[in-house]
């Protein structure tokens, strides 16, 4: 304990304090913004101009969170708050991880297949485009979005065009078709109304034609949704299975408190939660941060913190 106390200080005496317009020799041209480098311990461009403090006004690499002018590796930073400033009142401030990083459970995190299109047969994993057809699966949601699984084996099916037609008519590929028949008439779920008869649409083929009457397309048929409004918290609903949302296949979003990580949903317990003035949320728990030994603010505090004096203030009242 005590030896790891003055290895902290010993940080604390050689970091430089912000406003000594030095880029640290450990880190060199690699904290200084695009188009500027590290010259004699100061980010300078090529004709010998200081980079600016501001961060309007330079351009950090993808990976990196510019703060206070200066670039810092955005994977690990602290992030984003939640908190009461008065009775009844929260303040959310959200912080930049980077064009390529996210805020998951108080932290910067690297999300590799932002930006990446992969075709309706692939998902993106780790920023590379992955062929799921033919891999190997025990039900649907191991196939992404697009793919079923059909005997442990992920396989493309053409999705029927969708309709959106009005109570008189009936779709057919895709087209609304009149049927006055079927005007005033209601069927029940798993039933849809043909020439003025409420007929089953279990079974039929949703190859080419949408599934109606509340039922889904299950390997190239319509079935009832057997987990419709009967899934948990936490937990997803395709085609009549329920599965956890923590690790599940995702494309760009997952529902609240998950986000896309890399393509699988990851749980953000820090996404709601509220914490006190001088807390940052880490994990699902507010952290008290004031107070805490510091050397710079982007990497010890928080988001709305100050490190002075070598000590973390929190500015998020003034």
């Given amino acids: ?18 406003g000594a317009d030095k880029c640290p020799p450990i880190f060199g041209e690699f904290e200084c913004p695009l188009n500027y480098n590290c ?32 670039c810092y590796e955005a994977k690990g930073l602290v992030c984003n ?67 079923d699984c059909v005997s442990n084996k992920c396989v493309y099916f053409e999705k029927a065009l969708p309709c959106h037609c009005d109570p008189a008519e009936t779709c057919q590929q895709g087209r609304c078709y009149p049927d006055s028949k079927c005007a005033h008439i209601t069927c029940g779920e798993g039933q849809l109304c043909s020439d003025g008869i409420c007929i089953s649409a279990i079974g039929r083929d949703c190859s080419q034609e949408e599934c109606q009457g509340g039922t889904v397309c299950i390997q190239g048929h319509c079935a009832l949704d057997e987990c419709k409004n009967r899934c948990p918290v936490d937990y997803a609903c395709r085609r009549g299975q329920c599965r956890h949302l923590q690790g599940l296949i995702c494309q760009t979003e997952c529902p609240s408190p998950y986000e896309c990580v890399d393509g699988l949903c990851t749980r953000d317990d820090c996404s709601q939660k509220i914490c006190q003035v001088g807390e940052v949320c880490e994990n699902g ?26 000590i973390c203030r929190d500015k998020v009242l003034l």
């Fill in 81 to 147: 708050r939640n908190v009461i400033v008065a009775n009844m009142s929260a303040k959310s401030i959200i912080s930049d991880c980077g064009m390529q990083g996210k805020c998951v459970n108080g932290r910067c995190v690297e999300d590799r297949c932002i930006g990446v299109i992969c075709k309706l047969n692939e998902i993106c994993r780790d920023g590379t485009c992955v062929e799921m057809v033919n891999k190997f699966c025990i039900n649907d949601f191991d196939c992404g979005p697009n793919l």
């Fill in 39 to 70: 010259v004699d311990s100061t980010c300078a461009s090529s004709d010998g101009i200081a980079a600016p403090w501001e961060c309007d006004k330079v351009t950090c690499p993808e990976s990196k969170r510019c703060f206070k002018g200066r």
């Fill in 285 to 310: 728990f507010c952290i008290r941060v004031e107070g805490r030994l510091c050397s710079l603010a982007v990497r010890d505090c928080g988001e709305g913190f100050e490190c002075e004096s070598n």
């Fill in 1 to 18: 304990m005590l030896r790891s106390f003055i290895v902290l200080q010993l940080l604390l005496l050689v970091s430089p304090a912000y």
